[in-house]
C-alpha cells in the first residue's frame, strides 16, 4: 500500500536522476513508490494527461506520483499514432540475429517508420511485418525459428522509430509486429466451412516406418487456407527429420506433429481453421534432415498423431446459448488510448463469450467485449457511447477466444461486444425538488473532526486529531445547535489530553450515556481511553469536561485505526488497529473494562495493513460479525473462536482483491430489524476500492450472515466511492455520502470527489433501492463525517487531505432528507422521564396529538472512517390508541445489545418527531461504575 513516506520515499527528481544514467529518455511515476525509465512510450499507452496524476509521492507530498495504470512521464512525447488500415499491432515478438522470426527482410527509403515497414511487407505479398532496433524491417506469412509474444510483454519493444520518434519499431531482438486483416493479403475469398469436422483419418494414406509407438501418418494438409492450421511452431531445424519433430511436440505434451517447408515443425493438438486436405503430391519437399523423408512444401504441413485427429472450423462468433439476456452486438472498434469499456480481465486459458460476460452481468453492468482472445472488458453500453467507439467489418473480429478454438474473442484492438438486452440490471431512481432533499450550509468550524457524535444532550461531539487545524484550538468541541447564530457560543472548547489521531467512539450504556474514545496515534495516545458525561443542555453549556489519565486507565495494547462496539453483554470490544501511524499491526480485541487478556486474530494479522476500522455487528442469533478487508466471519461472543467463515466480499469486476476497510475504506451499516424479529439480520456494505490502482468501487452487497449458506447480494450504485459514508435514518433508509472516485483513505491518496447524496431504501426491490439526490459544492474525502441529529437532518462535516489539490474543510453543512423538505410537519411527541429507560420485552407510553404511521430506534452513533459505531436501526411493535400510544422494547440484548438509542415517531406523511433518547437493555456490565480512579467520575450503575 502506497503511503508517504512509505518504502522508497520517491520523488520525482529521484526517478528522473535514476533513469538518465541509463540513457532513457522517459522516466515514469506511479502508485506513488514505482519508478520505471524508456527509451519510448509503449506503443498503446498515451503520455498521461496531467489530469490524471492523482497520487502524491511517498517522498514528496507536494509532488504527484500517481495514475490508476498509468505514469505519470515526464517527456514532451506523444502517443503514437493509429496504424494504417487493415494492419493491427499484434504484439512484441523475440527475435535473433541468427534465426529471424520474420524471415524477409526489407529495405524500404528513408528512415524507418511503422507505415514504411507496413507498406513494404504488404506490396512484396506478406501478411505479417515487424520493425526492430529502431530502424529495421521484416516480413512472413509465418513466424519462424521459435519466435512469437515475448515472455516479458512489450517491455522490449522501446526503441522510437528512426524516422518518427513517437512510434515505436521494436527494440534489441524484438520485433514490433503487425499482422495484415485476415483474407485480405491475398486474394483467396472462398467461405470458410464453420461447421464443425471432426475428422478421423484412419491412414488410407501411407507413410513412413518406425514412427514412434502410437503415432502415424495423417496427411498432406493446406495450411494458412483460412488461418494457420497448427500454433507452436518451433525453431527452423537445419537436421529436421519426421523422428526429430514428433520426438519434439511428444516432449512437449502435444498429440500432433506437422512438418512444413523442409525445415519447420510445429506441434498441436488439433488443427485449426478449417484444415483441409491437399494431394499427397504436394508435399514434396524432402526433410533437411533426411532426404529420404517428405517434409511438406510450401504452405503444405505432413502430419502426424499420436491419437485421432480433430480439425476444428475457423472460429465463428457466439450468438446463441448466451448467457443471461446478453446479445451479439458485433465487432466494435476499441481504442486502446480511450478503451470503449473500462474494465479489463484477462482469462488466458478460459475466455469465452459466456465466461466474459457473465461477469459483466454480476456486476451489474450491462455491456462487455472480448478482445485479443485474452481479454475480457466490462463496462456499460453509456461508456462505448461516450468514447464514440464505431463498429467494424466483422471480418476484424478473428481471434480464437482462449476458452474455445471454435469462437471468436474479438481481434487486435477489436472487442466482440455483447450487451444486455433482457429486465435492465440496474434501475436507479433520479429525484428532483423537494424529492432530491437538500444540502445547507450549518456554521462555520473550528476544527476539521476526525470523529462527530450526537449526545444524549442534543449537541454534538467534534474530536480533532491533534495539529490539524489552527495552532491555537483545543481539539475538543461540543457543538449547542441551539445556538447557530452565535458562533462563539456554539462551539464549546472542551479538552483531550492525548491524541485521537484514528481513535473510535461510542455512547456507553451507562445511565448517563457516556461518551467514550479509545485509541490514539503514538505512544500513549494509542493506549487512549476519554471519558466524557454529557451535561448541559439546548443553549446552556455544560461544566465537564474529557478524562483521561494514561497512566491509570488503558487499553491493554495500543491501537491506532481500532473499532469498538457495545457486547450483548454490555462490555466494551475493542478490535483491531496498528501500533501506530503505519506501525505493526495489533492484531487482537480486547474488552472493556478490562476483563482476561488479549485475545490474538490471526486473521487479522493475514490481513494486516488492509483491514483497520473493521465493521462490527452483534447478531440476533448470538455472536459478533466482522467484516475486514474482503472478508467476513462469525466470532463466539465468549471465546471470539471463528464460529462461522462467509464467503469473501465480492470487490470489483476485474479485481476480487479489491477492499472494504481502511485504506480502502467503504462504509457498513445493519439494515433495519422490524418487531416480529423473526427476518435474519442483513448487513449492507457500500463503496471501498482496489489494491493499488484505487479503483473506488461502485457497488454495494448485503449478507444476512447468520443464515445457513449466507451469500453477498451486490448491487450497482450510481457512482462510484471510497471514502464513504453512510448515514441510518429514521424512516428506515440510508443517506449514503462524501468521498472520492479514486484513490484510499490516508492523506493526499483520494481524488475526484463524489458530489452526489445517495439513498438507499431497503424496502424497495432489489436493483431499484438507489436514489441519486441532490449534490454539495464541498468536498468531502479523508477525515469526513456523517450523523444523523435529533432534528432528523444529518450533519456532514470534514475533509481533512493536506494535499494542495483540495480544501482543508472547516464548513459544517446538513443535509435535509425529503421527509423535511417542504410543508412537512412534524409530529408532536411527549414522553415521560419515567418511560425512557427500557426493559426488554416491556412497554413505555408516549402521548402525541398526531397519527404516527411508523416508530424508530437509531443506535446512538459516531461517525468516523466510514463506521458509524453504534449504529442500529429497529422497528419496534407499537399500537396507539387516542393520544396515546405504547411502544414494546425490543425483546433481547442479542437482537437490541444495551445502549442508547434516538427514538422517533414518523407522521403518516413520513416525518420524523424530534428525537427522545431511550435507554434500552440498561448497563449489565456495570459501565457506570468504571473507570474507578482518581481523575474519573463514574455515575454509578
Ligand atoms: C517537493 O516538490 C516540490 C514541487 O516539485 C519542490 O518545490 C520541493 O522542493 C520538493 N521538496 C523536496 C524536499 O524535495
Ligand atoms: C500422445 O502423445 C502425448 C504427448 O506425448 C501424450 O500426452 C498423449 O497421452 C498421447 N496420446 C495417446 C492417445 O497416447
Ligand atoms: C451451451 O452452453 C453450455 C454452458 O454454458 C454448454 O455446456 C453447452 O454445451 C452449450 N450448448 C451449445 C449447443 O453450444
Ligand atoms: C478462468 O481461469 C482462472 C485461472 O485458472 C480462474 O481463476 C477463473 O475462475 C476462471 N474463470 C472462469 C469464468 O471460469
Ligand atoms: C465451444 O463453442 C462451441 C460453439 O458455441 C460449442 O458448441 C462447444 O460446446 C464449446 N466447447 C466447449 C469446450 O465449451
Known amino acids: 500500500m502506497a503511503t508517504i513516506g512509505g518504502a522508497g520515499a520517491l520523488t520525482v527528481a529521484l526517478c528522473t536522476s535514476a533513469c538518465a544514467p541509463g540513457g532513457y529518455i522517459y522516466a515514469g511515476v506511479e502508485y506513488a513508490q514505482e519508478c520505471y525509465c524508456g527509451k519510448a512510450i509503449r506503443n498503446n499507452e498515451a503520455g498521461t494527461n496531467i489530469e ?17 495504470n498509468r505514469l505519470n512521464v515526464y517527456s514532451a512525447r506523444q502517443a503514437a499514432p493509429q496504424t494504417p488500415d487493415n494492419w493491427s499491432p499484434i504484439g512484441c515478438y523475440t527475435d535473433n540475429v541468427g534465426a529471424r522470426t520474420l524471415t524477409n527482410r526489407q529495405f524500404p527509403a528513408g528512415d524507418m517508420t511503422t507505415e514504411l515497414c507496413l507498406a513494404a511487407c504488404k506490396s512484396a505479398g506478406y ?17 519462424a525459428n521459435g519466435g512469437g509474444p515475448a515472455p516479458d510483454g512489450n517491455a522490449g519493444c522501446n526503441m522510437a522509430c528512426n ?19 485476415s483474407g485480405s493479403a491475398t486474394t483467396v475469398s472462398i467461405a470458410a466451412p464453420t461447421a464443425t469436422i471432426a475428422t478421423s483419418t484412419t491412414s488410407a494414406v501411407s507413410g513412413p516406418s518406425g514412427l514412434p509407438s502410437g503415432w502415424s501418418y495423417q496427411g498432406c494438409w493446406v495450411d494458412n487456407a483460412f488461418g494457420r492450421i497448427m500454433a507452436n511452431g518451433q525453431n527452423d531445424n537445419n537436421q529436421l527429420t519426421i523422428e526429430s519433430c514428433i520426438s519434439t511436440c511428444s516432449d512437449l505434451g502435444y498429440s500432433v506433429a506437422g512438418l512444413q517447408y523442409s525445415v519447420q515443425c510445429f506441434c498441436d493438438n488439433f488443427l485449426r481453421n478449417a484444415a483441409t486436405k491437399a494431394p499427397e503430391s504436394d508435399c514434396n519437399m524432402a526433410c533437411s534432415g533426411n532426404s529420404g523423408e517428405k517434409c511438406g512444401a510450401g504452405g503444405r504441413m505432413s502430419v502426424y498423431s499420436n491419437a485421432t485427429l480433430q480439425v476444428f472450423p475457423v472460429p465463428a462468433v457466439q450468438k446463441t446459448n448466451l448467457t443471461g439476456s446478453w446479445t451479439y452486438a458485433g465487432c466494435l472498434r476499441d481504442d486502446a488510448q480511450t478503451r470503449a469499456l473500462p474494465y479489463q480481465i484477462i482469462l488466458k486459458n478460459n475466455n469465452t463469450a459466456n465466461n466474459c460476460i457473465s461477469q459483466c452481468s454480476a456486476f451489474g453492468y450491462n455491456a462487455g467485449g472480448m478482445e485479443y482472445g485474452i481479454e475480457c472488458y466490462c463496462g456499460d453500453t453509456s461508456d462505448v457511447a461516450n468514447v464514440g467507439a464505431t463498429f467494424v467489418s466483422e471480418s476484424e473480429c478473428q481471434f480464437a477466444c482462449s476458452g474455445n478454438i471454435t469462437t471468436i474473442c474479438g481481434g487486435g484492438r477489436r472487442l466482440s461486444y455483447y450487451t444486455w438486452t433482457g429486465t435492465p440490471l440496474t434501475q436507479w431512481n433520479y429525484a428532483s425538488g423537494n424529492a432530491a432533499g437538500a444540502y445547507q450550509f450549518l456554521i462555520g468550524g473550528v476544527i476539521i473532526p476526525l470523529v462527530t457524535q450526537p449526545a444524549r444532550n442534543g449537541k454534538v461531539t467534534f474530536l480533532e486529531k491533534y495539529g490539524t ?67 448541559g443542555s439546548p443553549g446552556v453549556w455544560g461544566k465537564n469536561d474529557w478524562q ?22 454490555g462490555s466494551i470490544l475493542v478490535v483491531g488497529g496498528e501500533e501506530g501511524s503505519n506501525g505493526a499491526p495489533t492484531p487482537s480485541l480486547e474488552i472493556l473494562p478490562p476483563a ?38 462469525i466470532l463466539d461472543e465468549v471465546t471470539f473462536e471463528t464460529t462461522k467463515v462467509l464467503p469473501n466480499i465480492p470487490g470489483a469486476v476485474n479485481n476480487f482483491l479489491a477492499g472494504r476497510t481502511y485504506p480502502m475504506e467503504g462504509t457498513a451499516v445493519l439494515l433495519p430489524q422490524s418487531a416480529p424479529y423473526t427476518e435474519p439480520l442483513q448487513i449492507f456494505i ?37 471514502l464513504v459514508c453512510m448515514t441510518a435514518l429514521p424512516d428506515g433508509t440510508y443517506l449514503i455520502l462524501n468521498g472520492g472516485q479514486q484513490g484510499f483513505g490516508g492523506f493526499g491518496l483520494c481524488t475526484e470527489p463524489n458530489h452526489n447524496a445517495v439513498l438507499y431504501d431497503p424496502s424497495k426491490p432489489l436493483n431499484n433501492r438507489f436514489t441519486v439526490m441532490a449534490n454539495t459544492t464541498v468536498d468531502r474525502l479523508y477525515h469526513s463525517e456523517a450523523v444523523l441529529m435529533d432534528d432528523g437532518r444529518v450533519l456532514v462535516s470534514g475533509s481533512d ?20 423538505m417542504g410543508n412537512s410537519t412534524r409530529p408532536t411527541v411527549n414522553m415521560a422521564e419515567s418511560q425512557k429507560d427500557w426493559a426488554y420485552g416491556q412497554e413505555y407510553t408516549f402521548t402525541t396529538p398526531d397519527s404516527i404511521s411508523k416508530v424508530s430506534l437509531l443506535g446512538a452513533t459516531a461517525s468516523t472512517h466510514g463506521n458509524s459505531m453504534g449504529q442500529r436501526t429497529i422497528f419496534p411493535a407499537f399500537t396507539c390508541n387516542g393520544m396515546t400510544c405504547v411502544v414494546e422494547a425490543p425483546p433481547n440484548a442479542h437482537v437490541c445489545p444495551p445502549g442508547w438509542f434516538q427514538m422517533f415517531a414518523l407522521s403518516q406523511a413520513g416525518t420524523p418527531s424530534m428525537a427522545i433518547w431511550v435507554r434500552i437493555g440498561g448497563d449489565p456490565a456495570g459501565l457506570g461504575n468504571w473507570p474507578s480512579a482518581p481523575g474519573f467520575d463514574a455515575p454509578g450503575v
Open 469 to 535: 487545524g489552527a495552532p491555537n484550538t483545543t481539539g475538543a468541541y461540543e457543538l449547542d445547535v441551539a445556538q447557530l447564530d452565535n458562533f462563539t457560543a456554539a462551539w464549546r472548547p472542551m479538552h483531550v489530553k492525548t491524541d485521537i489521531f484514528c481513535s473510535s467512539s461510542l455512547t456507553l450504556p451507562d445511565k448517563v450515556g457516556r461518551q467514550i474514545n479509545v485509541g490514539g496515534w503514538a505512544l500513549d495516545s494509542t493506549y487512549g481511553i476519554r471519558l466524557y458525561w454529557p451535561d
Open 548 to 569: 483521561e489519565d494514561v497512566s491509570t486507565v488503558k487499553l491493554q495494547a495500543g491501537r491506532w485505526y481500532p473499532t469498538s462496539m457495545i457486547m450483548a453483554n
Open 52 to 68: 490524471d496524476r492523482n497520487m502524491v509521492c511517498n517522498g514528496n507530498a507536494t509532488e504527484y506520483c500517481d495514475g490508476p
Open 596 to 633: 482476561g487478556p488479549l485475545v490474538f486474530c490471526d486473521w487479522l494479522l493475514r490481513t494486516d495493513p488492509n483491514n483497520l476500522y473493521p465493521f462490527l455487528a452483534v447478531l440476533p442469533s448470538g455472536g459478533v460479525f466482522v467484516a475486514y478487508y474482503n472478508e467476513a466471519r
Open 163 to 181: 524516422g518518427n520518434s513517437q512510434e515505436i519499431c521494436g527494440g534489441p531482438d524484438r520485433l514490433t509486429v503487425y499482422q495484415y486483416a
Open 801 to 820: 487531505p493536506e494535499d494542495d489539490r483540495f480544501l482543508q474543510e472547516y464548513r459544517v453543512e446538513v443535509f435535509v432528507p425529503p421527509y423535511l
Open 686 to 722: 457500500c463503496g471501498g476500492s482496489t489494491p493499488y490502482q484505487g479503483i473506488a468501487l461502485d457497488n454495494c452487497v448485503t449478507i444476512s450472515p447468520e443464515v445457513s449458506d449466507a451469500q453477498w447480494t451486490l448491487e450497482r450504485m450510481p457512482s462510484k466511492r471510497v
Open 127 to 143: 501478411v505479417y511485418a515487424g520493425t526492430e532496433y529502431g530502424g529495421e524491417c521484416y516480413c512472413g506469412n509465418s513466424f
